[in-house]
């Protein structure tokens, strides 16, 4: 890749960038829309069960149903 096709790519991810956040300020606004409402919050507990351990568990669970019907002959 030469200068100019790597200039080109960086200018186009700087511009695309650009327009992205130029985009999303409202998603920063601190003002509620007419509408708005936000759910009651979680306690810390409650957030990493759902967001930890049941991820986990359920990885367990299908990592385990996989090696139970796993029909591939063992190789001695």
């Not at 096709?5 to 700087?14: D, T």
């Amino acid at each position: 890749m030469d200068k100019k096709n790597a200039l080109r790519a960086g200018a186009v991810a700087a511009g695309t960038t650009l327009m992205m956040l130029l985009m999303s300020s409202p998603a920063l606004a601190l003002v509620r829309d007419d509408g708005d409402d936000p759910a009651p919050k979680l306690k810390v507990i409650e957030t990493l069960g759902l967001f930890v351990a049941a991820p986990i568990g359920l990885f367990l669970v299908i990592a385990g149903l996989v090696m139970l019907l796993d029909k591939s002959k063992k190789k001695a």
